[in-house]
């Protein structure tokens, strides 16, 4: 431990009241490069400790103040600090900066929740975790605006569950245009769509745990890992229906689209394949004499994978792809119909923001319920799942490491493997005779 210096002019309130009033603090060094500083004011109010440290590579000073002098009120180890605690306080903070010169995070001291955000999006990042743009989102939104200046060591299990609770409650959030004020749907009020929010604010909860868990294990803040990590989720909110179209619907969705767009959408339902990947996809990428599609490594998922073509999805692509460069995007957007006059440019990759509208469109001309295009994804599963392909199998079209995520969303799609195991392996009993039962007939009121 170490030990604290004893300077006469600093160790006691009646010493370091006679001490000058001045514009600058009396200052004594307590460390090479490392001094703390007593503030005498004019008024007699109570002084204030600062401290002060010299960066070896500038040779430029920082000042941090560190609270006030215990003159006339006892110290508390937090705003009023006695020499003692004060030079704590500064050793404390000494060891940030020495850190922060050398380039590396914080590690002592009072850490912010922004702080620990900082430090953990930094590493993620160099991790190249995929998840990362979606948490910042949701930091930026709900976490920051709550926590960002709080003090990781201020935190506590009460704070964090009335924070939870209160994202349950409110309203979903809607995009807006850069600039905007942010704008939010109605209040939810369906089970549904309260179980919907319960599921987000558990989402947005796992995200500062992450946060949390992270800064703790390395060390940069002296915190209780036990108000965070005893703040429980809600339950009963993983039920997740998926929309998916029948062949009749994928017909009719298909019937309806403009020629541009119905490719895109063939191509979806063939494949299971996220927008963002066939947007990405160029004529090379489809193996004719294996019957597959190559699907390139990407942010979202940076695993890549070949996609396995029925013989009705092998002549759609020998199709779309005969005669073209090999190099040539896949699908291209060629209408216009959608668009204004300040558009750019035709014959070019389809844009994130474009299947929505046609999407919308082609719904309403289908008689169909609005789906979006990710649900095109979802049809392609559960067509799978219903004809009996192994989940496993599903996972790895769908480019999925494990099967947890499509027995969480197909997996009640699948029942007839285990009735039909049933039907055929369990013992007959021998307890009825197979006699048929009659249904009795109901007497009338009048007797008849």
């Known amino acids: 431990m170490v030990r604290n210096k004893e300077v006469n002019k600093f160790e006691n309130r009646s010493k370091r009241l006679k001490l000058t009033a001045q514009k600058d603090p009396h200052w004594t060094a307590i460390g090479i490069g490392q001094s703390i500083g007593y503030y005498r004011p004019k008024s007699g109010a109570s002084g204030t400790w600062s401290a002060r440290f010299m960066d070896m590579n500038t040779k430029k000073y920082l000042r941090q103040a560190l609270g006030t002098a215990d003159d006339f009120l006892e110290a508390n180890e937090d705003t009023v600090l006695s020499f003692d605690q004060a030079q704590d306080k500064a050793r404390d903070w000494f060891k940030e900066m020495k850190s922060a010169v050398a380039g590396e995070p914080h590690r002592l001291g009072p850490l912010t929740v922004e702080q620990a955000w900082i430090a953990y999006a930094e590493d ?5 975790k995929k998840s990362i743009a979606s948490t910042k989102l949701n930091v930026t939104a709900h976490i ?3 926590f960002g200046a709080c003090k990781v060591a201020d935190l506590t299990q009460w704070k ?11 309203p979903a959030r809607v995009r807006t245009r850069k600039g905007e004020q942010p704008a939010s749907r109605p209040a939810p009020v369906t089970d549904d769509q309260k179980r919907a929010r319960r599921a987000t604010a558990n989402r947005i909860l796992a995200a500062l745990k992450a946060i949390l868990n992270f800064v703790k294990h390395r060390g940069m ?11 429980k989720p809600f339950e009963g909110t993983t039920a997740s229906r998926q ?15 403009p020629p541009d767009f119905r490719r895109l959408v063939q191509g979806g339902l063939f494949t299971g394949a996220r927008f ?3 947007s990405r996809l160029v004529n090379s990428d489809f193996n004719a004499p294996n019957g597959k599609i190559y699907i390139a490594p990407s942010k ?9 073509l029925t013989e009705e999805g092998q002549i759609y692509f020998k199709a779309l792809t005969a005669g073209r460069l090999p190099d040539e995007p896949m699908f291209l957007r060629e209408s216009n119909e959608t668009r204004n006059w300040t558009s750019p440019k035709l014959n070019r990759p389809w844009r994130k923001s474009e299947p929505a509208r046609c999407m919308k469109e082609a719904c309403e001309a289908a008689k169909l319920a609005t789906l979006t295009f990710h649900e095109l994804r979802h049809t392609h599963a559960s067509g799978l799942v219903n004809n009996g392909v192994p989940l496993a199998f599903v996972a790895a079209q769908l480019g999925h490491s494990d099967t947890r995520m499509v027995e969480k969303h197909y997996g009640h799609l699948a029942p007839s493997a285990m009735a039909d195991a049933i039907r055929a392996l369990a013992p007959k009993l021998g307890i009825h005779d197979g006699t048929p039962v009659e249904t009795l007939a109901i007497k009338q009121g009048n007797g008849k």
């Open 124 to 128: 993620a990042e160099r991790r190249g």
């Open 276 to 278: 963002g990947e066939l």
């Open 221 to 231: 803040t002296r915190a209780n890992a036990e108000a965070w990590r005893e703040v």
């Open 144 to 146: 920051l605006p709550a």
């Open 300 to 308: 979202n998922n940076p695993h890549p994978r070949y996609v396995v």
């Open 160 to 170: 964090i569950e009335k924070w939870h609770a209160a994202l349950a409650k409110a």
């Open 243 to 257: 929309r998916f179209l029948t062949p009749e619907e994928a017909q009719r969705l298909v019937n309806v689209c």
